[in-house]
C-alpha cells in the first residue's frame, strides 16, 4: 500500500529484497549465495563503524570529569553544539563530499585531537579539540547512515547495534584502564588515540562495494536554493512521521538521565543494595547514577540489536511511552514513592529500550519509505534530530533536577 504524505510518496509495505539493494542495482540476481560472504563483511564494517564513531565521543565524556573538574557544562556544551551545527548544514553540501575525503578526515582528526588533549595544560585548547571530536562524530553519524542507502538495510541495523555497543565499551574501557589497571586520565586517552583509524581500516580493506563513493566532483559542493525548495516536500513528511517524535523521545530520555537520575537517590534504595551487598553504608556509598547508567546503556545496546526481530513504524508510540515514563519517574523521585531498587532499575532498562528502539526504527523507516533518488540524502539529514533532543534536555535539566531537590528539601547544587 502506498498514500501520500505532503505529496512525497510513502511505501509503507516495503519488502526487503532478498540479497538487499546493492545487489538489486547490480542487476545481477545470478550471484545468488556468493554474496553472503560479502553481505556478512558489510554488516560486520558498519557494526565496526557505529562501534568505533561512538566509542571516541564516550571515552571523552567519561576523562571529562577528571580532566575538566570545574569545566563540566562546558565540556558538555563543546561535546554537543558543534556535532549539531554540522547536522543542519549536512544536507546543504556536506552530503557532496566524497565518502573516503570524509571517513579520512573522521579518523585522523580524533587520533590528533586525543593527544592534544591529554598533553596541553590549557583548558581552552583541550575544550576546543572536544569540539573537534563532537564535529567528527556527528559527520561520522552522517555520513555512515547515508552510506547505508547504498547497501542492504541490514547494515542499518548493524550501525545501530554498534553505536549501542559503544556506550558499554566506551565506558568499559575507560574503567578498565583507569580504574583496574590504575593508569592516568591522560594516558588513557593516549592509549585509545588509535582507536579511530579503525574508521579507515574497516573502510577500505573490511567494506566491501564497487563504488566506495557515489559522490563525484561533477556534483556542485552546496545545494541550490532551487534545489533545496525541492526537497521542502520530503523533508516536511520526514520531519511530521519520523524526525519530530525521534527528537521527543531524545528530550524525554536525556531529560530522564540528566535532570531526574541525579536525584533518584532514595535513603531506603541505598540501604537495600548496602544490606544486600553485606557493606556498610558508612564504609561506602553505592554510587547510584553509575548504575543507573550502566542499566540505560544496556537496554539501549539491546534495543538498537533488535530490527531484525522487531519493527516499528509507528515512531510516535514510543515518544508517549518514553514521556510516560518520564513522568511516573518524575512522581516517584519527587515524593519517594518507591521502597525497592529493583522497580527503579526496571523503569531505567525500559528508558534505554525505548531510546533505543526509536533509533533503529526511525532510520529503518527513513529508509524504507523515502524514494531511492533521496534516500542517502534523507538518512544524513535525519541525524539532525535526536542532537537537537539532547541539546534542548541540556536546556532545562539543570532547572528541572533544582525543582526536584526542592520538592524533597534537598539543598540545589
Given at each position: 500500500?502506498q498514500?501520500?504524505v505532503?505529496e512525497?510518496?510513502?511505501?509503507e509495505?516495503?519488502?526487503?529484497?532478498?540479497h538487499g539493494?546493492?545487489?538489486?542495482?547490480e542487476?545481477?540476481a545470478?550471484?545468488?549465495?556468493?554474496?553472503?560472504p560479502?553481505?556478512l563483511?558489510?554488516?560486520?564494517a558498519?557494526?565496526?563503524?557505529g562501534?568505533?564513531?561512538?566509542f571516541?565521543?564516550?571515552?571523552?565524556?567519561?576523562?571529562?570529569e577528571?580532566?575538566f573538574?570545574?569545566?563540566?557544562?562546558?565540556v558538555?556544551?563543546?561535546?554537543?553544539?558543534?556535532?549539531l551545527?554540522?547536522?543542519?548544514?549536512?544536507?546543504?553540501?556536506?552530503?557532496?563530499?566524497?565518502?573516503?575525503?570524509?571517513?579520512?578526515?573522521?579518523?585522523?582528526?580524533?587520533?590528533?585531537?586525543?593527544?592534544?588533549?591529554?598533553?596541553?595544560?590549557?583548558?581552552?585548547?583541550?575544550?576546543?579539540?572536544?569540539?573537534f571530536?563532537?564535529?567528527v562524530?556527528?559527520?561520522?553519524?552522517s555520513?555512515?547512515l547515508?552510506?547505508?542507502?547504498?547497501?542492504?538495510?541490514?547494515?542499518?541495523?548493524a550501525?545501530?547495534s554498534?553505536?549501542?555497543?559503544?556506550g558499554i565499551?566506551?565506558?568499559?574501557?575507560?574503567?578498565?584502564?583507569?580504574v583496574?589497571?590504575?593508569?592516568?586520565?591522560?594516558?588513557?586517552?593516549?592509549l585509545?588515540?588509535?582507536?579511530?583509524?579503525?574508521?579507515?581500516?574497516?573502510?577500505?580493506?573490511?567494506l566491501?562495494?564497487?563504488?566506495?563513493?557515489s559522490?563525484?566532483?561533477?556534483?556542485p559542493i552546496?545545494?541550490?536554493?532551487?534545489?533545496?525548495?525541492?526537497k521542502?516536500?520530503?523533508?516536511?513528511?520526514?520531519?511530521l512521521?519520523l524526525?519530530?517524535?525521534?527528537?521527543?523521545?531524545?528530550?524525554f530520555e536525556?531529560?530522564?538521565?540528566?535532570?531526574?537520575?541525579?536525584v533518584?537517590d532514595?535513603?531506603s534504595?541505598?540501604?537495600?543494595?548496602?544490606?544486600?551487598?553485606?557493606?556498610?553504608?558508612t564504609d561506602?556509598?553505592w554510587?547510584l547514577?553509575?548504575t543507573?547508567?550502566?542499566?540505560?546503556?544496556i537496554?539501549?545496546?539491546?534495543?538498537?540489536?533488535?530490527?531484525s526481530f522487531?519493527?516499528?513504524?509507528?515512531?510516535?508510540?514510543?515518544?508517549?511511552?518514553?514521556?510516560?515514563?518520564?513522568?511516573?519517574?518524575?512522581?516517584v523521585?519527587?515524593?519517594?514513592?518507591?521502597?525497592?531498587?529493583?522497580i527503579?532499575?526496571?523503569?531505567?532498562?525500559?528508558?534505554?529500550?525505548?531510546?533505543?528502539?526509536?533509533?533503529?526504527?526511525t532510520?529503518?523507516?527513513?529508509s524504507?519509505?523515502?524514494?531511492?533518488?533521496e534516500?542517502?540524502?534523507?538518512?544524513g539529514?535525519?541525524t539532525?534530530?535526536?542532537?537537537?533532543?539532547i541539546?534542548?534536555?541540556?536546556?532545562?535539566?539543570?532547572?528541572?533536577?533544582c525543582a526536584?531537590r526542592?520538592?524533597?528539601?534537598?539543598?540545589?547544587?
Open positions: 500500500m498514500r501520500r505532503d512525497i510518496e510513502i511505501d509495505d516495503f519488502v526487503e529484497p532478498e539493494p546493492a545487489l538489486s542495482r542487476g545481477d545470478a550471484k545468488g549465495l556468493s554474496d553472503e560479502e553481505q563483511h558489510n554488516i560486520v558498519f557494526f565496526l563503524f562501534l568505533i564513531n561512538n571516541c565521543y564516550v571515552v571523552i565524556l567519561s576523562a571529562a577528571h580532566i573538574e570545574d569545566h563540566s557544562g562546558a558538555l556544551l563543546a561535546a554537543a553544539t558543534p556535532g551545527v554540522l547536522k543542519l548544514l549536512y544536507g546543504f553540501g556536506v552530503h557532496t563530499i566524497p565518502y573516503n575525503i570524509r571517513i579520512a578526515f573522521i579518523s585522523l582528526v580524533p587520533f590528533s585531537v586525543f593527544f592534544i588533549i591529554a598533553s596541553v595544560e590549557s583548558t581552552a585548547i583541550r575544550l576546543s579539540a572536544i569540539a571530536v563532537s564535529l562524530g556527528g559527520l561520522g553519524e555520513s555512515f547515508s552510506l547505508t542507502a547504498t547497501y542492504s538495510p541490514k547494515t542499518i541495523g550501525w545501530s554498534g553505536t549501542g555497543a559503544a565499551c566506551g565506558a568499559g574501557f575507560y574503567f578498565l584502564l583507569t583496574v589497571c590504575n593508569l592516568t586520565p591522560r594516558t588513557t586517552l593516549r585509545t588515540s588509535p582507536i579511530p583509524l579503525g574508521l579507515l581500516l574497516t573502510y577500505y580493506f573490511i566491501r562495494t564497487p563504488e566506495k563513493s559522490v563525484t566532483d561533477a556534483r552546496f545545494l541550490s536554493p532551487r534545489a533545496f525548495v525541492q521542502l516536500p520530503l523533508l516536511r513528511a520526514l520531519f512521521k524526525m519530530l517524535p525521534l527528537m521527543l523521545v531524545y528530550y536525556y531529560t530522564i538521565n540528566q535532570g531526574v537520575l541525579p533518584v532514595f535513603v534504595i541505598r540501604r537495600e543494595l548496602t544490606e544486600e551487598t553485606d557493606v556498610g553504608s561506602r556509598t554510587d547514577y553509575v543507573y547508567q550502566f542499566l540505560y546503556q537496554g539501549v545496546f539491546l534495543s538498537r540489536s533488535s530490527i522487531v519493527k516499528i513504524k509507528n515512531i510516535w508510540l514510543l515518544a508517549i511511552l518514553q514521556l510516560v515514563n518520564l513522568v511516573a519517574l518524575l512522581v523521585t519527587a515524593y519517594e514513592l518507591i521502597q525497592t531498587a529493583w527503579v532499575f526496571a523503569m531505567i532498562l525500559w528508558e534505554g529500550l525505548l531510546g533505543g528502539a526509536a533509533y533503529v526504527n532510520f529503518w523507516n527513513v524504507h519509505q523515502t524514494p531511492s533518488s534516500r542517502e540524502w534523507a538518512l539529514v535525519a539532525v534530530s535526536d542532537t537537537i533532543g541539546t534542548l534536555s541540556g536546556l532545562t535539566d539543570a532547572f528541572l533536577e526536584l526542592g520538592v524533597r528539601g534537598l539543598p540545589c547544587n
